[in-house]
Nanobody
Framework: QVQLVESGGGLVQAGGSLRLSCVVSGRIFSINAMGWHRQAPGKQRELVASITSGSITDYGDSVKGRFTISRDKTKNTVYLQMNSLKPEDTAVYYC??????????????WGQGTQVTVSP
């Protein structure tokens, strides 16, 4: 019933910028924390950034000062502004959210991922 769809990935040169978007749709009663993870070939999935319903943010050490997460509650959308991109940022980026779906139940949902490739 709940779906997350990412967009905004692509190919960019080192030092460039991209903005990722993630839209949540379906039978949504509430959205708590939302965030972004990424996974590069041969590596485990790691936290990039997260934001709570109270706008408290958290970032992975490798992206602090370069990435900014934000949220538009009226559109059920979370964004990730990525600046000063490095080749090490190349990965598939996944959106996730803690969603209240009614009857006191919450579900952790994931998007399908969007590819970000940073060339030297």
């Amino acid at each position: 019933q709940v779906q997350l769809v990412e967009s905004g990935g692509g190919l960019v040169q080192a030092g460039g910028s991209l903005r990722l978007s993630c839209v949540v749709s379906g039978r949504i009663f509430s959205i708590n924390a939302m965030g972004w993870h990424r996974q590069a070939p041969g590596k485990q999935r790691e936290l990039v950034a997260s934001i709570t319903s109270g706008s408290i943010t958290d970032y992975g050490d490798s992206v602090k000062g370069r990435f900014t997460i934000s949220r538009d509650k009226t559109k059920n959308t979370v964004y990730l502004q990525m600046n000063s991109l490095k080749p090490e940022d190349t990965a598939v980026y996944y959106c996730n959210a803690d969603i209240g779906v009614g009857l006191g139940r919450h579900v952790g949902s994931w998007g399908q991922g969007t590819q970000v490739t940073v060339s030297p």
